[in-house]
């Protein structure tokens, strides 16, 4: 599975991005997919999951704060982030496994990461 992040960039405190990640391969095998971020000397932290039947899970720190979703069609999934916080600066990363990982940073599968910068 080859997975490709893109949608980072620089926001004002209070902004709103919209990550995307393309998936290839066998992603049919490989259905779990989630999103994970990492701030410069910092571990990586889980962010979002989205499940086989659409239910999803967040982390604490953003919730109620992003929307993951996933276009089937497409074998792309989406993180919309909104009312961004300096402390949502990040490297943000997809993955995907055949195991539902949840939000454990153990999946097979990882994209190369888009940085997400946000100023005060």
């Known amino acids: 599975v080859q997975l490709v992040e893109s949608g980072g960039g620089s926001v004002q405190a209070g902004g709103s991005l919209r990550l995307s990640c393309a998936a290839s391969g066998d992603t049919y095998s490989n259905p779990y997919m989630a999103w994970f971020r990492q701030a410069t000397g910092k571990k990586l932290e889980g962010v979002a999951i989205?499940?086989?039947?659409?239910?999803?899970a967040y982390g604490a720190s953003v919730k109620g704060r992003v929307t993951i979703s996933k276009d089937n069609a497409q074998n792309t999934l989406y993180l919309e982030m909104n009312s961004l916080k300096p402390e949502d600066t990040a490297m943000y990363y997809c993955?995907?496994?055949?195991?539902?990982?949840?939000?454990?940073?153990?999946?097979?599968?990882w994209g190369q990461g888009t940085q997400v910068t946000v100023s005060s």
């Open positions: 993955a995907a496994d055949r195991v539902r990982w949840w939000l454990l940073p153990s999946y097979k599968y």
């Open positions: 989205i499940d086989t039947d659409g239910s999803t």
